[in-house]
């Protein structure tokens, strides 16, 4: 019994020494800072901020609102920097609104725009890649709300 005893003993002591002296893992407290990668750029909405006017309307038949002048369309080019493409592929209801960006030369791309309520996120859709979504920082919602919800109020 004191052999058993002796040699549970001492397997115990060899496996204590074995992960008593594994290397820690490297943790590494430098920071570095650089500039957008490829990939982290197309995870943004990508529109140039070369448009000429942005139009909304409703699903519902309602006439299009029209913003073309420079300061609005500032504003959105701000908004439309700040959208995050979302991870996943999504299934969403129909859109609030809808929206065309357009360009000169009459080229124009087509939106779809859920706006969150105050404090939540808003959703951007392009037309051409409906399963894939943009969302938008509750403080750009505010804005988005002030732009477009109150015009069609």
Not at 8 to 19: G, K, T, Y
Not at 55 to 71: I, M
Not at 83 to 90: Q, S, T
Not at 107 to 117: K, M, P, R, S, V
Request: net charge neutral; glycine share 4%.
């Amino acid at each position: 019994m004191k052999k058993v005893v002796i040699l549970v003993l001492s397997l115990v002591l060899i496996q204590v020494l074995f992960f008593g002296c594994k290397p820690k893992e490297n943790i590494s407290t430098e920071t570095t800072i650089h500039s957008p990668s490829k990939s982290e750029k197309n995870n943004q909405l990508g529109i140039n901020n070369n448009f000429i006017r942005v139009s909304f309307s409703k699903p519902k038949g309602t006439s299009k609102v029209n913003f073309d002048d420079r300061e609005t369309l500032n504003a959105f080019g701000d908004i439309f920097s700040s959208a995050v493409k979302e991870d996943g592929i999504v299934n969403m209801a129909d859109p609030e609104f809808y929206m065309d960006v357009v360009y000169e030369k009459k080229n124009q791309l087509i939106l779809y725009l859920w706006i969150g309520e105050k404090g939540e996120k808003s959703t951007f859709m392009k037309a051409d890649d409906t399963n894939t979504i943009y969302t938008v920082s509750p403080e750009t919602t505010d804005r988005l709300s002030e732009l477009i919800k109150n015009t069609f109020n």
